[in-house]
């Protein structure tokens, strides 16, 4: 079907979105056409906002817009347990179980030979570098509950545990193959208590 340039590209872009593709691409074109010009451009300012504004925090990984994040600065946290996850967007998901009080650590990414993804290219030495203090006394490994969060779980607990720091893994009352962010409160929350080192 022919659309106008302008439009075309709207659905071009908008189908790159994860979890978009060509029709709803087209319905949300169509949508942000009949909307007022306010609110498109509200959307393109919020869009660019967070783009120019949101930044990693230099010690754990997570989005945040100072430095060092607000969970890292938090006095009242654990400072001595740190949950390693593999995407910022998994922070979210513990958090809202309100079962940890401790720090973050988010890798970006997990182990994955298939895609080229191997530990050089996660944030495993800035890890390393937050326990050499010996102030963190447990590390709790919260990748996800596939072949690449598995494969990443095991790598880091043999890397940390010659670090003689405690490694545990949450317990699985997580689906195999599922990702932490669609995990509800009351499994989050099992799964945290029932955590436990790698064997």
Do not use: W
Not at 20 to 27: C, E
Not at 97 to 107: D, F, I
Request: proline residues 5%; aromatic residues 6%.
């Amino acid at each position: 079907m022919y659309y106008p340039e302008p439009l075309n590209k709207l659905i071009t872009a908008l189908g790159r979105l994860p979890g978009i593709g060509p029709k709803t691409a087209q319905r949300l074109a169509f949508h942000l056409l009949k909307v007022p010009a306010s609110e498109a451009r509200d959307l393109a300012a919020a869009i660019l906002e967070a783009r120019q504004k949101t930044i990693y925090c230099s010690i754990c990984g997570n989005f945040t817009d100072r430095d060092p994040c607000r969970l890292c600065s938090d006095p009242e946290r654990d400072h001595s347990c740190i949950c390693v996850v593999e995407e910022a967007r998994d922070i979210i998901a513990l958090e809202k179980t309100r079962q940890y009080r401790g720090l973050y650590h988010v890798l970006q990414g997990a182990i994955s030979p298939v895609d080229g993804i191997g530990p050089e290219q996660l944030r495993v030495k800035e890890l390393l570098a937050r326990l050499h203090d010996g102030k963190v006394k447990e590390v709790i490994l919260a990748t996800n509950a596939d072949v690449e969060g598995e494969s990443t779980a095991l790598y880091l607990d043999k890397l940390l545990k010659t670090l003689g720091v405690k490694v545990t893994r949450l317990a699985y009352g997580l689906p195999v193959g599922g990702d932490l962010e669609y995990a509800d409160e009351v499994t989050l929350a099992r799964a945290f208590a029932g955590r436990h080192e790698l064997e």
